[in-house]
């Protein structure tokens, strides 16, 4: 299980042009989200204003360059993740995160809604101290709110990226290449108050 050779992907993002793999710019900076299938994750993260580049994949497992079907097995230990390229000049790290909280439910588990099984679970998966240090506060404050509207605790995982590991060319961009195709994500309705403290943003 796992291979030395990564996955073929397009070399374009197949909405925006943007390369898929780096090297990227200097001026770039990347992040690591996993908040159900990674079809309608992705979609949600390459709307935003000043995010260069996203490409799906896995992370937070134990095999490298595992296939889907792999994934699905449970034996990987890895999760659907978005690699979100961006621009902390336009967007920064603390208003991605806010994106994550509220476009799923982090209370679940291994779940997500009806998509159940370990590569679905949530987790930020950080780059740097700064990153996890604002992914971890984040994380205290939107479970303040949460509590406050009586959901149950954030089962969201918060560690360092050890690899990203691409998803297969089908799987790149797939909502803008199947606009028909199955989107689950759905987030609890609770609003994130992070995007509303400008001290806590990233640069």
Sequence with gaps: ?????????????????????????????????????????????????????????????????????????????????????????????????????????????????NDIGTQYRSAILTTNDTQQADARRSLARYQDALHDAGLAAITTEVMPLDAFYYAEDYHQQYLAKNPGGYCGLGGTGVSCPIGLDVNAKSA
Excluded: K
């Design 1 to 113: 299980m796992g291979r030395d050779t990564p996955m073929t992907v397009p070399a374009q993002h197949f909405v925006n042009a943007a390369p898929l793999r780096g090297p990227f710019e200097d001026h770039l900076q990347q992040a690591v989200f996993a908040l159900g299938c990674f079809w309608g994750a992705e979609r949600r993260f390459w709307e935003i204003e000043g995010v260069f580049s996203t490409a799906v994949g896995y992370a937070g497992g134990i095999t490298p360059n595992p296939t889907y079907e792999e994934v699905c097995s449970g034996n990987t230990g890895h999760t659907e993740a978005v690699q979100v390229v961006f621009d902390p000049a336009s967007v920064s790290y603390t208003e991605l995160l806010q994106v994550f909280w509220e476009s799923h439910d982090p209370t679940q588990g291994m779940r997500q809604g």
